[in-house]
């Protein structure tokens, strides 16, 4: 079972508030993702990480950054949040090494911006 | 680019039925498939992977998966579903690009198991 967390799993937030949704994992990899999912629609990658001190925007343009400060946490931040950006947030994890490998979700956190 | 497309939003079943989502991909290079489940207010969940070898892949759940070369496709399949199977089944394909393994997903299909 994979080791991959974040929290909260639930936040209703009003517009121009600050959140940082976290994710952490256990499990010792190198490279992290964060992904974006609107209802019923499939997922959209919008940053992600090699290892410590890599992070690099996704193929979906996103307002939100993050930072690879430790190797098994993988923060995401919204300065300034609006209604556009509710959604729900996915992180993901995986091996390191040349070759494919697949990733690990956490339970995702339910974003909703009023 | 890579694309994946999951030729049904939906697919409604009885219990104990046998069931068939569909995946397509399109790809010029070699291709790396997975199905990913996600039950309601969770995260995804490897159900299957297909890297090389056998087309026929066998997963968890009683899941498995054909890996078609020339129709480009990767189905997914169950003889006999239970209640317990409904939910929303991703298909993916992955590529290197740059040293990143890079997951391109399908919409998803709603998987609804009925008694």
């Known amino acids: 079972e994979a080791d991959i967390y974040q929290t909260p799993r639930y936040l209703v937030i009003g517009t121009g508030k600050k959140i940082t949704l976290e994710c952490s994992q256990t499990?010792?990899?190198?490279?992290m993702y964060w992904y974006q999912q609107d209802p019923g629609m499939e997922l959209h990658l919008i940053h992600y990480?090699?290892?410590?001190?890599?992070?690099e925007k996704g193929d979906l343009s996103s307002e939100s950054t993050v930072s690879r400060i430790r190797t098994e946490h993988f923060p995401l931040t919204l300065e300034s949040a609006r209604p556009s950006h509710t959604s729900q947030y996915l992180c993901?994890?995986?091996?390191?090494?040349?070759?494919?490998?697949?990733?690990?979700f956490g339970p995702g956190t339910r974003l909703t911006v009023t | 680019a890579q694309s994946v497309t999951q030729l049904d939003s939906q697919v409604p079943v009885f219990e104990e039925a046998p069931v068939e989502l569909r995946c397509n991909y399109s790809?010029?290079?070699?291709?790396?498939l997975f199905w990913y489940v996600q039950y309601p207010n969770q995260g995804l969940q490897l159900l299957l992977k297909?890297?090389?070898?056998?087309?026929l892949v066998k997963g968890i759940n009683g899941f498995e998966a054909e890996f078609n070369k020339s129709q480009t496709s990767f189905h997914l399949r169950k003889p006999s579903v239970h209640i317990s199977d409904t939910a929303e089944y991703f298909c993916?394909?992955?590529?290197?690009?740059?040293?990143?393994?890079?997951?391109?997903f399908g919409a998803g299909t709603r998987l609804a198991v009925h008694p």
């Open positions: 993916a394909v992955s590529t290197i690009s740059g040293g990143y393994n890079k997951l391109i």
């Open positions: 297909y890297l090389s070898g056998s087309t």
């Open positions: 990480s090699y290892g410590v001190n890599s992070t």
């Open positions: 790809s010029s290079v070699s291709v790396y």
């Open positions: 499990m010792g990899h190198d490279k």
């Open positions: 993901a994890s995986s091996e390191t090494g040349a070759g494919i490998y697949e990733q690990y």
